[in-house]
């Protein structure tokens, strides 16, 4: 890691959701030069993923979580293969991804504890009141756990085009499936 990357990361740090165009003015680079060392980041591990923080337990009505894989182009095929050939693979994904949640939904303050051991630099008492909130929205307008919807993807993709992080318009019915979720 260079001195470019450390400031990538701080401005990264301070605000999750900078668009790429505003960072690369910031470090003098191109957008397409900050986007290959954010990518690069997040597949070496430095960045392990970016998250909303909610500061007052009255915030937004309404939190939509979106769960994506990353796939490079060198291993597109082999993992769409893999989807293909063990579907249950993937619906053990989901399951234990469900767990998660659930746990979660049942266990706000825990899961909170779970949350400040990975990230203690976050108050425990706003991780606490995050998760208390959190739980009563993960399922708020759906009866069965994970279930996708078009819209939300289309929100999602129109959110990453806007911000730089993707340069190409992706249809939303081809970023997502409800194919295998937990029956």
């Known amino acids: ?18 668009p790429v165009k505003d960072i690369a003015q910031r470090v003098s680079l191109t957008n397409p030069a900050v986007s290959s060392r954010i990518h690069r980041l997040e597949q070496e591990g430095v960045i392990g993923g970016y998250t909303v923080v909610l500061r007052h337990p009255d915030a937004p009505a309404r939190v939509e979580a979106l769960i994506s894989v990353l796939v490079d182009a060198a291993t597109r095929a082999s993992f769409l293969t893999m989807i293909e050939q063990e579907p249950e693979t993937v619906r053990a994904f989901l399951a234990a991804t469900e767990k998660g949640y659930r746990y979660a939904i049942e266990n706000p303050e825990e899961a909170a504890g779970i949350l400040h051991e990975t990230a203690s630099t976050y108050d425990l ?52 499936t409800n194919e295998f979720l937990p029956q």
């Not at 890691?1 to 900078?18: G, P, W």
């Not at 995050?130 to 919807?149: I, P």
């Open 1 to 18: 890691m260079d001195d470019l990357d450390h400031k990538i990361l701080q401005l990264l740090a301070e605000n999750a959701r900078i």
């Open 125 to 176: 008492e706003m991780l606490v009141q995050s998760q208390e909130l959190l739980a009563t929205k993960y399922m708020e307008d759906s009866e069965t756990w994970g279930t996708m919807k078009e819209e939300v993807w289309t929100n999602y993709t129109d959110f990453m085009l806007d911000s730089g992080l993707i340069t190409v318009d992706v249809p939303a019915n081809e970023c997502f």
